[in-house]
Structures are given as structure tokens and as C-alpha cells.
T-cell receptor, first 113, second 113 residues
Framework: DAGITQSPRHKVTETGTPVTLRCHQT?????MYWYRQDPGHGLRLIHY???????DKGEVSDGYSVSRSKTEDFLLTLESATSSQTSVYFC????????????FGPGTRLTVT | TQLLEQSPQFLSIQEGENLTVYCNSS?????LQWYRQEPGEGPVLLVT?????EVKKLKRLTFQFGDARKDSSLHITAAQPGDTGLYLC?????????????FGAGTQVVVTP
């Protein structure tokens, strides 16, 4: 299994508070992705990174920001959490060798009350 | 907008039966991947197909990529309870340089003893 960890694994927070989720990899892969998973929607891309300090928006980026200051860490921040951001968040990594295979972390379950 | 449509959404079968899951799109993909996800975990890559018409076998699982690279199917022979899970297809769009994937909403498969 690819070495990907996510922290925290579970979090409950109140509406309006900032929240930061962390993804850490030990594979030295260049590409990292943040997804959210909701029933009926599958996995939707929030933001992605193609190198240190190089990031771009995905299809559901509103209300989220990211940072990548080191190859191994990719942070996702909810600037002011809302109930619609209650979801399960997954981080994925890819080295783009082959056909874009991605390897996923265990996920963070976030509840915004 | 879901570019990849999976069907059926839910499938419940008895151990020993066969099943097929479909993944369809109007878009052409440079590659297509299948993942399996179990509760509380991240998706795990099963296979990648890259050539139109390609067929790959992984033990009792057979994956096919359509000739036009717009669709794919997953066939499980003699299903076992261990095959229970959420099956996700994901496609890499032609011309995408960042390894982004479009995911289907998933097919929940339940195999009962």
C-alpha cells in the first residue's frame, strides 16, 4: 500500500470555524489531490497540486483553499466551515507513470454542526 | 454533471452468481480505472485499461474497455462475500496534463452467503 496518511480521521466542528485537514505521503509522488465523497456524487475533485507551491482548482473548490510547502504534505483548509461541507474527504497521490493511477488515503470524516 | 454514468447503482446477489457493472460516457478517455472501496476506507485501485477493446483479468474479475474508449465493464464470476464493496470507475480525459480523474458515482455490490 502507498504510504499516505490523513489527519485527523474524524472531526466535528461548528459552522463558521476554520478547519485544516492534512495529507502526508512517504512516496515522494509529485501529484496530490483532494476529493470529497458524498452519497450519489462519487468522488469530486476539490483542488490538486502538481508540485511544491503549484496548485489549482478542481470542480468543487468554492470555500476551500490548499497549500503545499513540501512534497510530502498537502493541506486542505475550509476557510469558514458550513454544513454543506459535511463530507468524507480523501487525499490521493500519483506519480503519473503509466496511466494516471491514483492511490488514496484512508479519509477524514468531517461533520459541521 | 457526472461525465461517467455507472449502472446499476446497487446490486445484491447470492454467493456463486455472476454480475456485471457498467461505466458509460459520451467522452473519450485516455485511460480508465476501476477501484473498490470498503466502508471507512479509501478506494483501492483494481485495474487500469488504456487500449480500446482491451480486456484484463484479475482472478475472477474481468475488465473490458470499449473499442471507442468511452465505456467499460466489470464482470465478476462466481461472486464471493469478499467481493462486497463500492465499485468506482474513473477516467482520465484526453489532453489532461495533470492526471485528473473523473469518477462515476459508484455501484454498491452486496454478495450474501
Amino acid at each position: 500500500d502507498a504510504g499516505i496518511t490523513q489527519s485527523p480521521r474524524h472531526k466535528v466542528t461548528e459552522t463558521g470555524t476554520p478547519v485544516t485537514l492534512r495529507c502526508h505521503q512517504t512516496e515522494n509522488h509529485r501529484y496530490m489531490y483532494w476529493y470529497r465523497q458524498d452519497p450519489g456524487h462519487g468522488l469530486r475533485l476539490i483542488h490538486y497540486s502538481y508540485g511544491v507551491k503549484d496548485t489549482d482548482k478542481g470542480e468543487v473548490s468554492d470555500g476551500y483553499s490548499v497549500s503545499r510547502s513540501k512534497t510530502e504534505d498537502f493541506l486542505l483548509t475550509l476557510e469558514s466551515a458550513t454544513s454543506s461541507q459535511t463530507s468524507v474527504y480523501f487525499c490521493a497521490i500519483s506519480d503519473r507513470q503509466g496511466a494516471y493511477e491514483q492511490y488514496f488515503g484512508p479519509g477524514t470524516r468531517l461533520t459541521v454542526t | 454533471t457526472q461525465l461517467l454514468e455507472q449502472s446499476p447503482q446497487f446490486l445484491s446477489i447470492q454467493e456463486g452468481e455472476n454480475l456485471t457493472v457498467y461505466c458509460n460516457s459520451s467522452s473519450v478517455f485516455s485511460s480508465l480505472q476501476w477501484y473498490r472501496q470498503e466502508p471507512g476506507e479509501g478506494p483501492v485501485l483494481l485495474v487500469t485499461v488504456v487500449t480500446g477493446g482491451e480486456v484484463k483479468k484479475l482472478k475472477r474479475l474481468t475488465f473490458q474497455f470499449g473499442d471507442a474508449r468511452k465505456d467499460s465493464s466489470l464482470h465478476i464470476t462466481a461472486a464471493q462475500p469478499g467481493d462486497t464493496g463500492l465499485y468506482l470507475c474513473a477516467g482520465a480525459s484526453q489532453g489532461d496534463s495533470w492526471g485528473k480523474l473523473q469518477f462515476g458515482a459508484g455501484t454498491q455490490v452486496v454478495v450474501t452467503p
